[in-house]
Protein backbone atom coordinates (compact mmCIF):
# COMPACT_ATOMS: atom_id res chain seq x y z
CA UNK A 1 0.00 0.00 0.00
CA UNK A 2 1.26 3.48 -0.97
CA UNK A 3 1.59 6.39 1.37
CA UNK A 4 0.51 3.59 4.30
CA UNK A 5 0.83 5.26 7.81
CA UNK A 6 1.85 2.12 10.38
CA UNK A 7 0.45 2.57 13.71
CA UNK A 8 0.47 -0.21 17.05
CA UNK A 9 -2.52 -1.64 18.01
CA UNK A 10 -2.67 -2.95 21.43
CA UNK A 11 -4.95 -6.09 20.53
CA UNK A 12 -2.28 -7.03 17.66
CA UNK A 13 0.95 -9.93 18.77
CA UNK A 14 4.61 -8.47 19.10
CA UNK A 15 5.64 -7.11 15.79
CA UNK A 16 2.52 -6.58 14.12
CA UNK A 17 0.90 -3.37 13.15
CA UNK A 18 -2.05 -1.81 11.29
CA UNK A 19 -1.77 0.06 8.10
CA UNK A 20 -4.23 2.47 7.67
CA UNK A 21 -4.08 4.88 4.58
CA UNK A 22 -4.17 8.40 5.01
CA UNK A 23 -7.75 10.35 5.10
CA UNK A 24 -9.34 10.25 2.18
CA UNK A 25 -7.64 6.96 0.28
CA UNK A 26 -10.07 4.24 2.65
CA UNK A 27 -8.92 1.03 3.29
CA UNK A 28 -7.88 -0.64 6.34
CA UNK A 29 -5.46 -3.65 6.70
CA UNK A 30 -3.86 -6.08 9.61
CA UNK A 31 -0.50 -7.54 8.56
CA UNK A 32 1.66 -9.36 10.83
CA UNK A 33 5.23 -9.45 11.55
CA UNK A 34 5.60 -12.24 8.50
CA UNK A 35 3.66 -9.94 6.10
CA UNK A 36 0.53 -11.93 6.29
CA UNK A 37 -2.88 -10.01 6.19
CA UNK A 38 -5.24 -10.87 9.15
CA UNK A 39 -8.75 -10.01 8.74
CA UNK A 40 -10.53 -8.26 12.20
CA UNK A 41 -13.18 -10.18 13.17
CA UNK A 42 -17.31 -8.47 12.57
CA UNK A 43 -18.42 -7.06 15.40
CA UNK A 44 -21.04 -9.13 17.42
CA UNK A 45 -24.34 -7.81 18.08
CA UNK A 46 -26.43 -9.81 21.05
CA UNK A 47 -30.10 -10.57 19.38
CA UNK A 48 -32.97 -9.33 21.65
CA UNK A 49 -35.34 -11.93 21.13
CA UNK A 50 -35.36 -15.74 20.43
CA UNK A 51 -37.67 -17.98 18.68
CA UNK A 52 -38.87 -21.76 19.71
CA UNK A 53 -35.38 -23.02 19.20
CA UNK A 54 -33.53 -20.35 20.18
CA UNK A 55 -35.43 -20.69 23.65
CA UNK A 56 -35.45 -24.85 24.08
CA UNK A 57 -31.70 -24.64 23.38
CA UNK A 58 -31.37 -22.23 26.00
CA UNK A 59 -33.25 -23.58 28.71
CA UNK A 60 -31.67 -27.15 27.68
CA UNK A 61 -35.28 -28.50 27.10
CA UNK A 62 -36.78 -30.02 23.27
CA UNK A 63 -39.24 -27.62 21.15
CA UNK A 64 -42.07 -30.34 21.82
CA UNK A 65 -41.74 -29.95 25.51
CA UNK A 66 -41.20 -25.85 25.55
CA UNK A 67 -44.54 -26.14 23.78
CA UNK A 68 -46.11 -27.89 26.53
CA UNK A 69 -44.60 -25.84 29.19
CA UNK A 70 -45.86 -22.76 27.11
CA UNK A 71 -49.53 -23.78 26.66
CA UNK A 72 -49.75 -24.71 30.67
CA UNK A 73 -48.32 -21.43 31.53
CA UNK A 74 -44.84 -22.82 32.91
CA UNK A 75 -42.92 -19.94 30.62
CA UNK A 76 -42.98 -16.10 30.39
CA UNK A 77 -45.39 -14.72 27.79
CA UNK A 78 -43.85 -14.79 23.94
CA UNK A 79 -44.35 -11.93 22.16
CA UNK A 80 -46.22 -12.37 18.97
CA UNK A 81 -45.67 -10.89 15.65
CA UNK A 82 -48.66 -11.73 13.58
CA UNK A 83 -48.94 -15.74 12.73
CA UNK A 84 -47.61 -18.48 14.92
CA UNK A 85 -44.40 -18.28 13.12
CA UNK A 86 -43.72 -14.79 14.82
CA UNK A 87 -43.75 -16.13 18.56
CA UNK A 88 -40.38 -14.43 19.96
CA UNK A 89 -39.56 -14.76 23.84
CA UNK A 90 -37.49 -11.32 24.99
CA UNK A 91 -33.68 -12.80 25.93
CA UNK A 92 -33.77 -10.24 29.13
CA UNK A 93 -37.13 -11.49 30.49
CA UNK A 94 -36.22 -14.98 30.01
CA UNK A 95 -32.59 -14.49 31.82
CA UNK A 96 -34.96 -12.56 34.97
CA UNK A 97 -37.32 -15.19 35.15
CA UNK A 98 -35.11 -18.12 35.40
CA UNK A 99 -32.66 -15.88 38.31
CA UNK A 100 -36.25 -15.52 40.02
CA UNK A 101 -37.17 -18.91 39.93
CA UNK A 102 -33.46 -20.02 40.69
CA UNK A 103 -34.09 -17.58 44.28
CA UNK A 104 -37.51 -19.02 45.11
CA UNK A 105 -36.58 -22.88 44.44
CA UNK A 106 -38.36 -23.65 42.05
CA UNK A 107 -39.83 -22.95 38.34
CA UNK A 108 -42.03 -20.03 38.49
CA UNK A 109 -45.55 -20.12 36.57
CA UNK A 110 -46.25 -17.51 33.48
CA UNK A 111 -48.71 -15.99 36.91
CA UNK A 112 -46.43 -15.71 39.20
CA UNK A 113 -43.58 -14.29 37.13
CA UNK A 114 -46.49 -11.53 35.78
CA UNK A 115 -47.54 -10.83 39.07
CA UNK A 116 -43.75 -10.30 39.91
CA UNK A 117 -43.26 -7.75 36.84
CA UNK A 118 -46.14 -6.03 37.58
CA UNK A 119 -45.40 -5.21 41.47
CA UNK A 120 -41.27 -4.15 40.29
CA UNK A 121 -43.58 -1.58 37.72
CA UNK A 122 -45.60 -0.13 40.15
CA UNK A 123 -42.34 0.31 42.81
CA UNK A 124 -40.34 1.77 39.90
CA UNK A 125 -43.43 4.04 38.91
CA UNK A 126 -43.07 5.07 42.27
CA UNK A 127 -39.81 6.15 42.18
Same mark, same amino acid.
Given at each position: ???????????????????????????????????????????????????????????????????? $? !? @? %????? &?????????? *??????????? $? !? @? %????? &?????????? *????????????
Amino acid at each position: MRNALSIPIGSLSDGETAETSPAGQGGRSRKGANGVEHVAPRATVEPELTDRNGLAVMLDISVSTLDR $L !S @A %SGKVP &RPIKFGRSSG *IRWRISTVRAW $L !S @A %SEQAG &RLLTRAEWET *IQAGTAQSTAKS
